[in-house]
């Protein structure tokens, strides 16, 4: 029989978690006391609520109860005047603007003095409130090893006095590309928090148009996760459209306007997705409007990998033929599978079968993915 309680205090885990610890961080002024804080405020919730009943704010409670216990702290370790500096905001800090603590503890956690994988772990296990079991098995590392990495990111946020706030207004634009970095491979990473992530910064930052075109991306690709019949690999020209997720494309096609204006990396990437999803099938798709938007954000992002993309979209365009003469040759997709895959789709197109298994047989070589990897044997087959 369920336990009502439990799944009470399960639910505010999921929903107040990060509030809650970046709220008691501003008071605690160190992570690990903040997180400690807080675990000890869900553990008194499955006692206190017991007697009392859910609270009609479960997270205004668990706040009150986790700042309280991080100042109880403070005053018996006398830490208040060597921690004080961390509080205070330069005068330039746009704190005014931004009065959510989570998205200081967002900026806190992406900062890049931390390694991306850093930032990735502290993400998922200070703001998304994952465990460092369920974050060392999405790194396919060991429990230990990840708390160790957690632990030396903490301990650099201390050392090196990272402050606890919202970046200056000169750094804001690049501070906030990281931090959207980090959310996208969050949820490329396997995890659907990545979504909530984008949402908070959303609305956290409704002014940013990087944080629209996000959002919109990731609704956009969750929405055809339905077609993925039993966690196989099904390319998007296969997929069952009546299975794609209309809920979630018509809020993200609401977000694309204004997403392109002006149009980021982010923004671009949501309009091509946008393009797939107004197509009722996969020979209605605009692949000429699709090569456009490639274009624009190959200028606006060189990288490789939006070079190989472009060159799918081309070959839908102008023939395979064609798309094989611009296939990137660059050393930094030398491992990467999906050049491999990409190369073997155009060949099989072409009708040069040898070598597209050839091709497929390589990028199967590079995959670690085991679905992926199953795919790519069904092909060679």
Known sequence: MADPIAEAVAAAHVTEWAAVLAATARVAADLDLAEDCVQDAYAKALVHWREQGVPRRPGAWLTTVATRRALEHRRRADVVRRKLPLLIPDEDVVDET????????????????????AQIALTLRLVCGLSSAEIAKAFLVKEATMQARITRAKQKISRTGIPYRIPRLTD???RIDAVLDVVHLVYTAGYQRGIELARMIRLLLPGSSEAAGLLALLLLTEARRPAQVGGQLVLMEDQNRSLWDQ?????????????????????????????????????????AEILGLYDVLLERWPSPVVALNRVVALSYVAGPEVALQQVPDDPALATYPYLASTRGELLWRCGRVDEARAAYEEALAFTSNPVEAAFLEKRIQ
């Open 98 to 117: 931004f009065p959510d603590d989570r998205l200081r503890l967002v900026f806190t956690c992406c900062h890049p003095a931390l390694s991306q994988e």
């Open 172 to 174: 804001l634009p690049e």
């Open 247 to 287: 809920a979630l494309i018509a809020e993200a096609l609401e977000l694309v306007p204004g997403a392109v204006r002006p149009a980021g990396r982010f923004g671009l990437m949501a309009a091509i997705a946008a393009v797939h999803a107004e197509a009722a099938r996969w020979e209605d798709t605009d692949w």
